[in-house]
């Protein structure tokens, strides 16, 4: 057979790849930055505030809540408007409205601002999942996804370090505590991609100038012989699709644990011994590190062989198992992150798979309308998640009965999946 670096159609992609998927990894980067931050201003805020983990856990959690509610409509705008004007409308906002996250002074300002950082970046990730189905067939979607969501992984890796070096060296500058300059120095990358969005992406094939005729053509032709396998069904059948809740209820599970390591995992690590802010950001970095390289092989492996269903559950399991060793060793630094970083790489593994399977079986509107509606129904687990660890944590005084509500979440994820999920 020859290498795949020689057929045309293999370069024309990687052409492609090299044009948007570093940008829209920056993008990501960006976003999951100003989403979890709040788990690294935890450590200053609460003692600032006043603020109990429960309410912690709540506002970390109300994210999701405008994200819900904004989800789906955000995502049929896009269709309308243009995948240009539509992210870059998202990234500018929410930059904006999470750098005034500094002027958080009360439980209730805390709750509004969070709420309204969920609702600005509705849409920016399912718009993103739609985005790669307008260049990619399904069969090397899996590693564009990976590549994306490794900026993931890349925001733990630099938000550790820059979180912990912003809150330690800026504390006290022109009155401001380090948790505040932290939310007002991070949301301005945000508001600059956004605007640099309008001028560098394109809306899709027939749009990018940068694409001769032929090659539009080509990439034309790819995603219309990968359209005939998927279904166009109304957007009234989607709501009421099995398949498509089915879906939502396997995300929910995976997302559970995937914040519950965002929100909760420079907490771990200071559990394990370690007490500087600065170090504590060096070494959430680690697990991350692990985790971008493992999801970019196992996505590379599922497209590779075609099976979706073991992989997924195969890396939940090992992000399960990763939590119970971690909290079960949380005393020692060394075992809990080594078990933090297969936890991290299983955990985040699990999405680029999974997308796989609804990206492959919707097309048209009912894509843009159920990769939203799953996406926004299991991002709910990212209010359901560190609301519980947080109030689990005040009952109890400690966080190991509420990570293990979160590895149970990913055993049944790993269960439903293969037992229900068919192949597509």
Not at 142 to 165: C, D, H, I, K, T
Not at 183 to 193: A, H, K, N, R, T
Request: charged share 10%.
């Amino acid at each position: 057979m020859r290498p795949a670096s020689n057929d045309p159609l293999d370069r024309l992609y990687r052409r492609v790849s090299w044009r948007l998927m570093p940008f829209l990894f920056l993008c990501y980067v960006a976003a999951y930055l100003d989403r979890v931050n709040v788990g690294f201003a935890k450590l200053q805020m609460l003692a600032d505030l006043r603020f109990s983990d429960t309410v912690y856990g709540i506002g970390a959690g109300i994210f999701f809540v405008g994200y819900f509610l904004f989800e789906v409509p955000s995502n049929l705008l896009m269709t309308r408007t243009g995948a240009r004007i539509w992210i870059a409308r998202i990234m500018i906002s929410w930059g904006v409205i999470s750098s005034a996250m500094m002027f958080t002074n009360s439980v209730a300002s805390f709750y509004v601002l969070r709420f309204l950082l969920g609702a600005a970046e509705a849409g920016f990730f399912p718009g993103i999942i739609l985005y790669l189905t307008y260049w990619y067939p399904a069969h090397r979607r899996a590693r564009m996804v990976a590549l994306f969501m490794s900026g993931v992984a890349v925001a733990g890796v630099v938000g550790g370090p820059l979180s912990g070096w912003i809150m330690k060296t800026f504390a006290g500058q022109h009155g401001l505590s380090g948790w505040q300059w932290l939310f007002l120095l991070e949301g301005v990358p945000s508001m600059l991609i956004g605007v640099w969005t309008l001028f560098y992406l394109d809306d899709g094939i027939r749009s990018a100038r940068w694409l001769g005729e032929d090659d539009k053509r080509q990439l034309e032709q790819a995603i219309a012989e990968d359209g005939k396998q998927q279904r166009h069904m109304p957007l009234a059948q989607v709501f009421s699709n099995g398949k498509v809740w089915l879906l939502a209820l396997v995300y929910f599970l995976f997302v559970m644990g995937l914040y519950g390591v965002s929100f909760w995992l420079p907490q771990l690590v200071k559990n394990s011994g370690v007490d500087d802010v600065l170090t504590i950001g060096l070494l959430t970095a680690i697990p991350y590190v692990v985790a971008a390289v493992v999801m970019v092989l196992a996505a590379r492996h599922s497209d590779r062989s075609g099976e979706r269903r073991w992989h997924a559950a195969a890396a939940a399991l090992a992000g399960a198992l990763g939590l119970i060793v971690a909290t079960v060793y949380s005393d020692n630094t060394v075992i809990a992150m080594a078990a933090l970083s297969v936890a991290t790489a299983g955990i985040l593994s699990t999405f680029p798979i999974f997308w796989s399977l609804p990206t492959a079986m919707l097309g048209g509107a009912a894509a843009a309308a159920g990769i939203a509606l799953i996406n926004s129904v299991g991002n709910l687990a990212g209010f359901v998640s560190p609301y519980l660890v947080g109030a689990i944590k005040d009952a109890t005084h400690s966080t190991a009965n509420g990570i293990y509500l979160l590895a149970a979440s990913l055993v049944a994820g790993a269960v439903l999946v293969v037992a229900a999920v068919r192949r597509s």
